[in-house]
């Protein structure tokens, strides 16, 4: 008994040490990146007036697709346009990349696209998950109280209702 006693302990202390280096390296892993996003958010200049209109513009839409949460035929055409912007990031950067001296002080369109794919296909992203969620919601609690009328009208008539 001692002896099985020792072994899990032996083995406990290597798990232990296991999840012990394996959250160090994670936590040393998530430091870089960090950093990385932190200069990205600092090398841009957030004054510049074309900035502050894209944000206001995910602003708006953000509260547009909160306030008609409920209209699902807008909701749905909102999802589609979001898509739409998200596809057709890649041409928008190329587009924004050659003709950026004409709004901006400084190049923030590189050929990968990360600027873009940040500040224009990250929020849309998030849109259309909170469309998707806020969709999702409103029709199972339709489906939900169509079943609870439903079972009300042949609370008598079918048998199949009457389970408890």
Request: aromatic share 14%.
């Amino acid at each position: 008994m001692e002896e099985l006693r020792s072994a899990v302990e032996g083995h406990m202390d290597l798990m232990a040490d296991l999840v012990q280096n394996l959250t160090a390296e994670f936590r040393s892993g998530l430091a870089p990146a960090y950093e990385n996003l932190i200069g990205f958010f600092h090398a841009i200049d957030w004054k510049e007036p074309w900035l502050m209109c894209l944000l206001g513009f995910h602003a708006a839409l953000l509260l547009v697709t909160i306030f008609t949460r409920r209209n699902i035929n807008f909701q749905m055409v909102l999802f589609l346009l979001a898509l739409v912007g998200i596809y057709s990031a890649e041409t928008l950067n190329r587009l924004l990349g050659q003709n950026w001296k004409s709004f901006a002080s400084q190049n923030y369109f590189d050929k990968h696209g990360l600027f873009l794919s940040t500040l224009w296909s990250g929020p849309l992203l998030v849109i259309s998950m909170a469309i998707l969620v806020s969709t999702s919601t409103y029709i199972l609690m339709f489906y939900l109280n169509a079943c609870a009328s439903i079972k009300g009208l042949f609370t008598y008539n079918c048998p199949s209702f009457n389970r408890r």
